[in-house]
T-cell receptor, first 114, second 112 residues
Framework: ETGVTQSPTHLIKTRGQQVTLRCSSQSGHNTVSWYQQALGQGPQFIFQYYREEENGRGNFPPRFSGLQFPNYSSELNVNALELDDSALYLC?????????????FGNGTRLTVT | DQQVKQNSPSLSVQEGRISILNCDYTNSMFDYFLWYKKYPAEGPTFLISISSIKDKNEDGRFTVFLNKSAKHLSLHIVPSQPGDSAVYFCAARSYNNNDMRFGAGTRLTVKP
């Protein structure tokens, strides 16, 4: 069973730039969620994708956007980067949208905005 | 709006003893609760879960207890092992909501 994989592992960007983070879901999982984890805090829900459509969104501005592809892999795009966007970005896949389906996380992408 | 709280940022226990990690929540709509473990440079790993129809769930050395009236969740690890040293996150959501809320984490150190 292949787990959730994310790329790249680390990234340094300049304020105002755009970034794309990638995620391959665990085999058999059709739902992908993205989380932002700031230092010393728990993960915060950005959004979820199911059947290639956004299926719920947390308290993040529209410059955070995403895609899900037919093979269930996903991208997170962040435009007009701000210093506060520096965080660990976690992708998680699950076998369902909600219910009693635990999230299975990748190792994350550490984004630093300077 | 922190709906899930872990009030102890750290906990240190001796190998072989019990570790008890605590979590409180405020949203009465939550009905699915989970614990995750996180090692440095890795993503959170799912450990154990419990739905609101139960008050206890066991999996080997790990037991999760749910007290709905107190809106309190705890994770017991018995016996604790040095390899259990990690950050533990409590998480919760309602059954039909995909927004899973996490606590800030408790760093557990198990001393040999």
């Amino acid at each position: 069973e292949t787990g959730v994989t994310q790329s790249p592992t680390h990234l340094i960007k300049t304020r105002g730039q755009q970034v794309t983070l990638r995620c391959s879901s665990q085999s058999g999982h059709n739902t992908v969620s993205w989380y932002q984890q700031a230092l010393g805090q728990g993960p915060q829900f950005i959004f979820q994708y199911y059947r290639e459509e956004e299926n719920g969104r947390g308290n993040f501005p529209p410059r955070f956007s995403g895609l899900q592809f037919p093979n269930y892999s996903s991208e997170l795009n962040v435009n007009a980067l701000e210093l506060d966007d520096s965080a660990l970005y976690l992708c998680a896949s699950s076998a369902g949208q909600a219910g009693n389906s635990p999230l299975h996380f990748g190792n994350g992408t550490r984004l630093t905005v300077t | 709006d922190q709906q899930v709280k872990q009030n102890s940022p750290s906990l240190s226990v001796q190998e072989g003893r019990i570790s008890i990690l605590n979590c409180d929540y405020t949203n009465s709509m939550f009905d699915y609760f989970l614990w995750y473990k996180k090692y440095p440079a890795e993503g959170p790993t799912f450990l154990i879960s419990i739905s609101s129809i139960k008050d206890k769930n066991e999996d080997g050395r790990f037991t999760v207890f749910l007290n709905k009236s107190a809106k309190h969740l705890s994770l017991h690890i018995v016996p604790s092992q040095p390899g259990d040293s990690a950050v533990y996150f409590c998480a919760a959501r309602s059954y039909n909501n995909n927004d899973m809320r996490f606590g800030a984490g408790t760093r557990l150190t198990v001393k040999p």
